[in-house]
């Protein structure tokens, strides 16, 4: 049942303000000054009246149909119990793109964009050293929605890449955000389902020149912890590390030398206070150099990459 019913006859401004009160409103919510729950509320408005937020501020004085309230009000109703706006939409920012996302999928978080950043000026070095030919190949392991992949094959248009995830649901997500992203070129991404890097052997040895991932990162005793807007509703799939939280980095730490041409790099994301035993599960390895952990744009530990040294 919907406790929540946006008034009747309203205009699109008063009903922006209505659920932006209610949101602000709910139980264990803080947002400052309401801008959160305001910014939230014209998204979930603007995807029933197929609107961007200005849009909606163009429109203010126009009553909403009976079908817009209604319409409205659900999204209001489970946004109030929890479901986060971007599933609620189906759509979300990286990179500056719009995305794609469904519950099948993490939602892309901003701080991932500093594993684009990190990672670009490697993809340039080399297809700068080879001229061009043979082109430069990287691997998006885990790829959920696409996001790093896609924004990789976007910014790097000479690069050629392989996505995986262990999740039907996850590749479907990506490959749609690859056609609209991409259009025809979206076959410069090829999408693989199954475990870590094992769907690329067939490509055999050393066949890569990067290898990004943003693998699920939250140890066991961490999961009860988490917000119930995480714990609920994004895939458990793409949040359990394992035990310690660190399974999918060891093992991709583990495996990624079979799989890097030599000046090759591995980057890494991580989660609070896992950079320094990402790091030295990496230079354990005489197999990398170069082992650096990068800051995000908070100032936090996110990235940890190296070369591998061949
Ligand atoms: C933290 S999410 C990252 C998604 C996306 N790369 C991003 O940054 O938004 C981790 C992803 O790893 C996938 N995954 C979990 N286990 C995996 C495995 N063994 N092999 C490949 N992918 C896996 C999950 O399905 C999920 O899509």
Redesign the pocket.
């Known amino acids: 049942m919907n406790e929540f019913e946006c008034p009747t006859a309203t205009t699109v401004l008063q009903a922006v303000d209505w659920a932006a009160r209610k949101l602000d409103g709910r139980p264990g919510h803080v947002s400052p000054a309401g801008h959160v729950s305001r910014v939230e509320s014209e998204l979930l408005l603007g995807e029933v009246c197929a609107s961007s937020r200005l849009g909606l501020y163009l429109d203010h004085d126009r009553r909403l149909d009976p079908l817009e309230s209604s319409r409205f009000s659900a999204l209001v109703d489970r946004r109030m119990r929890g479901e986060p706006v971007q599933y609620l939409t189906g759509r979300t920012e990286f990179y500056g793109r719009e995305f794609e996302v469904s519950p099948a999928?993490?939602?892309?978080?901003p701080e991932?964009e500093r594993l684009v950043d990190h990672v670009r000026p490697c993809l340039d070095g080399v297809h700068h050293e080879r001229a061009g030919s043979p082109a430069v190949r990287f691997a998006?392991?885990?790829?959920?929605?696409g996001?790093?992949a896609v924004t990789l094959a976007l910014e790097c248009p000479f690069a050629r890449g392989y996505a995986?995830?262990?999740?039907p649901g996850?590749l479907e997500v990506a490959r749609r955000n690859a056609g609209n992203l991409l259009g025809d070129r979206h076959r410069r991404i090829t999408f693989m389902q199954?475990?870590?890097l094992a769907p690329l052997d067939a490509r055999g040895p050393h066949a890569l020149d990067l290898i990004v991932?943003?693998?699920?990162?939250v140890a066991s005793r961490e999961m009860d912890g988490l917000p119930e807007e995480v714990r609920g509703y994004e895939?458990r799939?793409?949040?359990h590390g394992g035990e310690g939280g660190l399974d999918?980095h060891r093992e991709l730490i583990d495996q990624a030398p079979r799989y890097l041409n030599a000046g090759g790099m591995i980057a890494l994301?991580i989660g609070a206070g896992q950079s320094a035993a990402v790091a030295r599960l990496m230079a354990d390895r005489r197999a990398y150099g170069n082992v650096e952990i990068v800051k995000d744009y908070n100032g936090l530990d996110r990235v940890v990459s190296a070369q591998y040294v061949g």
């Open positions: 999928v993490l939602i892309p978080r991932t998006d392991v885990g790829t959920g929605s996001v790093l995986t995830d262990v999740s996850a199954g475990s870590m991932a943003n693998p699920p990162y895939p799939l793409a949040l999918y994301e």
